[in-house]
């Protein structure tokens, strides 16, 4: 079946710090795979995404790359902002539905 | 462009009774989507219209939930009755073109619904 596994929270990060939240995934076929943010009290806002493998999905100094020999898009960012802080849910549409991951939350402190 | 819109942004119940959540999605979307996110985990769906067909409420109880999207644009939900396990977050989502990987869903910022 089509699922995503995203590892668990809670992240806590000063900033500055890099981050990694990784991301596997099962599917059929070829899928594309998305981040969404959520802020509090928000709903979900589309961070990057990527349709084929080998792509590299970017926006706000984040990246994923879209791996299909280790089914995996672990998010990457090179210095966290408390701005950053929010819910991190990773996404497959391997047809017509959308699969998401249970989320991880990251904060960032000062 | 405007975003999805959805109302009321909030809503406390008591068990037993009805309840009904309104959604207006982009301009020019086909798809409408209706999820359920329970606290600390990702979104489920619930129903996906394309146009105003249903493509897939596999997952929606359809003893207690029901949509519609009459016209292809607006869509509501109801629940009647509620029960407490269905406290969540009800976020509706829109694309252009449902199950095409350039087509990303964009969200609105969910109803909040409380069942005591």
């Known amino acids: 079946g089509n699922s995503v596994t995203q590892m668990e929270g809670p992240v806590t990060l000063s900033e500055e710090a890099f981050l990694t939240i990784n991301c596997t995934y099962t599917?059929?076929?070829?899928?594309?795979l998305f981040w969404y943010v959520q802020y509090p009290g928000e709903g979900l806002q589309l961070l990057l995404k990527a349709t084929k493998a080998d792509d590299k999905g970017s926006n706000k100094g984040f990246e994923a790359t879209y791996r299909k020999e280790t089914t995996s898009f672990h998010l990457e960012k090179g210095s966290v902002q408390v701005s950053d802080s929010a819910v991190y849910f990773c996404?497959?549409?391997?047809?017509?539905?959308?699969?998401f991951g249970t989320g991880t939350s990251l904060t960032v402190i000062p | 462009e405007a975003g999805v819109a959805q109302s009321p942004r909030y809503k406390i119940i008591e068990k037993r009774q009805s309840v009904a959540f309104w959604c207006n999605p982009i301009?020019?979307?086909?798809?409408l989507y209706w999820y359920q996110q329970i606290l600390g985990q990702g979104p489920k769906l619930l129903i996906q219209f394309q146009n105003n067909g249903v493509v897939d409420d596999s997952q929606l109880p359809k003893d207690r939930f029901s949509a519609e999207r009459l016209k292809g644009v607006d869509s509501t939900l109801k629940i009647q009755p509620a029960k407490l396990e269905d406290s969540a977050v009800y976020l509706c989502?829109?694309?252009?073109?449902?199950?095409?990987?350039?087509?990303?869903?964009?969200f609105g910022n969910g109803t909040r619904l409380t069942v005591t």
């Open positions: 599917a059929t076929g070829y899928p594309s």
């Open positions: 301009s020019g979307h086909a798809t």
């Open positions: 996404a497959l549409l391997p047809g017509n539905q959308f699969y």
């Open positions: 989502a829109s694309s252009l073109q449902g199950g095409a990987g350039n087509s990303p869903l964009h």
